[in-house]
């Protein structure tokens, strides 16, 4: 077993710094897949070599992974052709002051209400993965999932709601569209103006002018709810009472830049500093591990099909920070 770490930076060592191209199949592939095409053969060669290194430090990483020494295996992504900085630059949650949630999720005194896992998607109340591309909008995704999700629960009708929407016409609650937002500026939005379907106003992955009609408005929350900060077990308690909760997160691991399976535990994301908005649509325990089911919106191709399986109570990447879920 110590022969691993070895191994590993053997890759890092002299793999990581090759200039020859190996990965001529899976170069392929990713452009494929992603429909990706280059201005020049010198672009395309310099996203390649960037490509082929983070080739080679996710190979490494998943040798530790085939060991029992990760307990997440990580590969190709639709971010594969960026630096890590290129990476970071795409996630746009903004950082703001305390919500401003007039009512707080308190855990209710019969704690046996609460289910010991619970999958949201089994019971019809997620709509399918999205992909916000290229735009900054995951605190729209974020807050829109979590009003399709209560929406449903109300309702008993799973509708998918218009985040180019908000990405549009939020901009006076502090959205700046596509360069980021605040998971409140969609609620404080849909509070006050109300949401259309997805069908009437689709996403366009641009900033563009508000084109809202009342005509169309299909629903208004009558308010968003803040879940205590840092408290895991409120956390929990709401997801498995109250339905999916939208949450921020740091995302600028390299881990979950790539990730592709297991329950991730990063070491290095930051508890504080949240860049990126996704929503929690369940719970569970797998091998004495428990985690969080998280939707996300970089499309079905990334993580286990569009899903991150986080580690759960130990606030992994803040996850536990800024809760928050809407009412009708």
């Not at 890092?12 to 199949?25: A, G, H, R, T, W």
């Not at 218009?162 to 569209?177: H, R």
């Not at 930051?270 to 996300?296: E, F, M, P, R």
């Amino acid at each position: 077993m110590k022969l691993v770490p070895l191994i590993v930076l053997f890759y890092l060592k002299f793999c990581v710094n090759s200039s020859d191209f190996i990965y001529e199949d899976e170069w392929q592939a990713f452009k494929n897949l992603h429909n990706i095409s280059y201005r020049s053969r010198h672009h395309e060669n310099s996203r390649r070599q960037i490509f082929e290194q983070n080739i080679y430090k996710i190979k490494a990483h998943n040798v530790l992974y085939e060991h029992g020494i990760k307990g997440y295996k990580l590969g190709i992504s639709p971010f594969a052709d960026l630096t890590s900085e290129e990476y970071k630059a795409l996630l746009n949650l903004r950082n703001g002051e305390r919500r401003n949630a007039r009512r707080l999720f308190k855990i209710p005194v019969n704690t046996s209400a609460i289910p010991e896992s619970i999958d949201w998607r089994e019971k019809g109340a997620v709509t399918s993965i999205k992909d916000q591309g290229f735009c900054g909008s995951c605190w729209a995704f974020s807050a829109i999932g979590n009003v399709e999700g209560q929406y449903f629960l109300k309702y008993g009708k799973l509708i998918s709601f218009s985040e180019q929407q908000l990405i549009d016409c939020a901009s006076k609650y502090g959205s700046k569209g596509c360069s980021g937002g605040l998971l409140a500026s969609g609620f404080q939005y849909i509070r006050d103006k109300g949401i259309e379907e997805e069908i009437t106003y689709p996403y366009e992955m641009i900033d563009d002018v508000c084109q809202a009609s009342t005509n169309l408005t299909i629903a208004k929350i009558k308010d968003y709810v803040e879940i205590e900060s840092l408290d895991e077990d409120a956390l929990l308690a709401a997801v498995g009472i109250i339905g999916p909760v939208s949450v921020a997160i740091d995302a600028s691991d390299f881990d979950l830049q790539f990730y592709k399976e297991g329950i991730y535990e990063g070491e290095v994301c930051s508890q504080t500093k949240l860049n990126h908005g996704v929503l929690i649509v369940g719970y569970g325990s797998a091998k004495g591990v428990d985690y969080w089911i998280v939707k996300n919106s970089w499309g079905g191709d990334f993580g286990v099909d569009g899903y991150i399986y986080m580690k759960r109570g130990v606030n992994q990447c803040g996850i536990a920070k800024e809760p928050v879920y809407a009412v009708f």
